[in-house]
């Protein structure tokens, strides 16, 4: 699966659980953009992270 984040296209996993599920970021999707924005890698993850929270968030209010 693909993310658009403001960092661009973020390639990440969809793990399901159970009902639910959550998209984790593929660390050399996560490396690549760390280094091309001169981020360090732990920022750079925890920026995306954030936003793919607000995707699903966004995503789970269209479902309904």
């Known amino acids: ?3 658009f984040t403001s960092f661009g296209q ?3 996993k969809k793990v ?3 009902d639910t599920y ?3 970021p593929e660390y ?3 490396k690549a ?3 091309e924005k001169e981020l360090g890698y732990d ?3 925890r920026c995306i992270c954030k936003e793919i929270e ?3 968030k966004n995503e789970e209010k269209t479902d309904k």
Do not use: K, P
């Open 16 to 18: 399901w659980l159970g």
């Open 43 to 45: 920022e750079t993850y």
């Open 33 to 35: 953009t760390a280094e």
């Open 10 to 12: 973020i390639c990440c």
């Open 1 to 3: 699966a693909e993310v």
């Open 54 to 56: 607000e995707y699903i």
């Open 22 to 24: 959550r998209i984790f």
């Open 28 to 30: 050399e999707s996560v």
